[in-house]
Every structure is written in C-alpha cells, then in structure tokens.
C-alpha cells in the first residue's frame, strides 16, 4: 500500500505560523498605546466680578482744615469742653460723609488721681461687608507740655500728635463717599491716649485703645489689614518700620513702604528699622491679638525721637505740612482702593 507524503500538511502548518508572526508586528505597536479616554474639562472657582476702580486724589487742603477744626477746638483733654465739643462734630462728621459711627463711651483711670471721661469713636464704612480694613488715630491732646521750657502745665494743641492722624481719617471718609468701593472699611478715634507717665508704667498710656481691644465693637473682628496712624503731619516728618509693626505684621509693613515708594513718597516713607514704640497698636497687638501696624513720624535719634515739637506748645496749626498729610493720606487711599482691586 502506498503511503501518502505528509510535506503537504506541514507547509499549511508553517504558513499559518508566518501569517501570524507577520500579524502580531503589525498590531503591536497599537496594543502599547492607551486608550483614548477624553480629559474632562477643569473646573476653576469662578471669581467675583469686582470692576477695577482707579485710585482717587487724596486732597491735602481738605484734610489740612480737619486738622484745623479740631485745633479750634482748644486742647482736647478729657474731662474738658473742647474734648466733649470735638466728639460731637467728629461723630457728625463721619455720619454725614454715610459711615455708621458707634460711640464706645469709657472711664478710666488718670494716674495722677481722678477718673478720665472717654469716647473711642468707631465709623464703618459698608459695616455689612466681611473683608475690612481698619485705620486708626488717637483724638484727644495732651493736658500738659512737659517736654517745653514754658508754660509746662498747660495743655498742648496736639495739632500733629492726634489731629494730624485724626484729619487724614476724616479725608479718608469724605473720599469714600464719593468713591464707592466693595469692602469694609473701620476708621477708629481712640480716646485717652495721650496723658500717660512718661516715667512710670506703659499702661497709663493709651487707656482708649486698651478699652477696645477688650470690648471690640463686633465678636471676633480680624480686619484684613490694621494700619495706625500718629504724629503723621508734622514738617520733617520720617517714617520708619517701626519695631513692633516689624514684628507682628511684616507684610503689611512692606505692603504699605512699598506703595508709598510706588507713589513717589519714598522722602517720607524710610526703608529702615527703629525699635518698637509704646503707642496703641501695642495694645491692639496685645489685647486684641490684632497685627496693627504703626506710621509714626520718628525723625531724629537720642532726646527729641518724635520731632523736637513733640509735647510742647510748637505742635500747634503751624507745625504741619500739607505735603506730608498728603504722602500718608494719598498712601492711605492706594492701600484701601487696592485692596478692593484685589492688588494688594
């Protein structure tokens, strides 16, 4: 019997084989690539529409007269008529520029013996609006001048050490009425800061000041940024980063030099250290745990630190300089209508 070949059936065998030898390399690379799954859309938190609003002029005559009324009161010490006369107009002022103004009336003790009659004088701006800025000032002047070589026991005008501060707040005001933003903005009158001890304790310094930041004018106020204002209106004037500011709030201190510079202000606005101050941002910082920083005019070094006015019958009306009320007030504004275009 013959037997048939098996060559046949073994070349279809190793045909297959090539075939799919030849297959596999022309699918391979396609079985490497990952699926086309397509990528979702991000997601992005939309942000406020908030329109950019431009920095409105600060007018220095304006705030020169604010400075001007409050002198014309007379000294304004505690206890006194001027003292309770200037309280009333500062209250009427900021209502009539649309502010809501608590009047946080306090007693305190005058380390000379006697109590002390007060009033923090608190104005919000859009008190509604969650993100605030606070900028402070103290009111009253001293009730005697103890730094002078005349008249030692009387009382000082103040005009730089607490109208100066007092008068670029109520220009502050005035600006915002007139210039709408979409933030908060406090602008606090401390009382009782200015008839301390110079020899004794710091706390028989800045009673109105220690009251608030115990009896805060709402629960748990965090303002965005605390910005104190003092001695911010004298002929040659300096501002330096004073040691506290330093301390608790470098980067609003920076911030707020910063802006000044950018505005041209650097003659007055000083990129250097001075140690840190007994004034009423200590207190805020202490009582209040609020980073309040502090722009006070300290142009010289040894004795006469604030300006050799400072307690003595020359800081009167003729000690200021528009040209100063203007660098602190325009810097001010930028720091607030900044905030609102989201630049700072």
């Known amino acids: 019997m013959q037997k048939k070949s098996k060559r046949p059936k073994l070349a279809y065998i190793l045909i297959a084989l090539l075939l799919l030898w ?37 007018n220095a005559d ?13 000294p304004r010490v505690p206890n006194t008529p001027a003292h309770q006369k200037c309280a009333a107009w500062l209250v009427n002022e900021f209502k009539r520029y649309g502010f809501t103004v608590i009047e946080q009336k306090m007693q305190a003790p005058y380390y000379k013996g006697g109590t002390f009659n007060g009033v923090n004088i608190i104005a919000q701006y859009k008190p509604e609006a969650q993100k605030r800025i606070c900028i402070a000032a103290h009111w009253d002047s001293r009730n005697e001048a103890d730094k002078d070589t005349k008249d ?21 005001a005035r600006t915002l009425k007139n210039n ?12 009782l800061e200015d008839n301390g001890d110079d ?32 001695l911010v209106g004298a002929k040659g004037a300096r501002f330096y980063k004073e040691g506290i500011s330093r301390e608790v709030a470098p980067k609003t201190v920076e911030k707020v030099w910063n802006m000044a510079h950018s505005l041209g202000y ?31 005019s300290m142009p010289n070094d040894g004795e006469h630190v604030f ?3 400072h307690h003595t019958h020359a800081d ?12 602190v007030g325009q810097t001010m504004t930028a720091v607030i209508f900044e905030t609102h275009n989201g630049v700072l």
């Open 307 to 309: 300006g050799s006015h």
């Open 266 to 296: 650097g003659e007055y606005f000083v990129n250097e250290d001075r140690p840190g101050i007994t004034d009423d941002h200590l207190f805020v910082v202490r009582g209040a745990q609020i980073p309040m920083i502090d722009i006070i």
């Open 62 to 74: 304006s705030a020169f007269l604010f400075v001007k009324k409050q002198v014309d009161f007379g």
């Open 199 to 230: 020899q004794g304790a710091i706390e028989t310094w800045c009673l109105g000041s220690q009251y608030w930041s115990k009896n805060l004018h709402r629960p748990g106020y965090s303002p965005y940024y605390a910005i104190l204002l003092d």
């Open 316 to 327: 009167n009306i003729n000690i200021i300089d528009k040209n100063v009320l203007k660098a």
């Open 22 to 58: 030849a297959g596999f390399y022309v699918i391979q690379p396609y079985l490497n690539q990952k699926p086309n799954v397509p990528t979702p859309p991000k997601t992005e938190t939309p942000k406020p529409n908030i329109p950019q609003i431009a920095v409105p002029d600060f």
């Open 180 to 191: 709408p933003v979409d933030i908060g903005v406090d602008l606090i009158c401390f009382d």
């Open 152 to 172: 030692i026991n009387k009382a000082i005008d103040g005009a730089d050490d607490g109208a100066s501060g007092v008068g670029i707040l109520l220009e502050i």
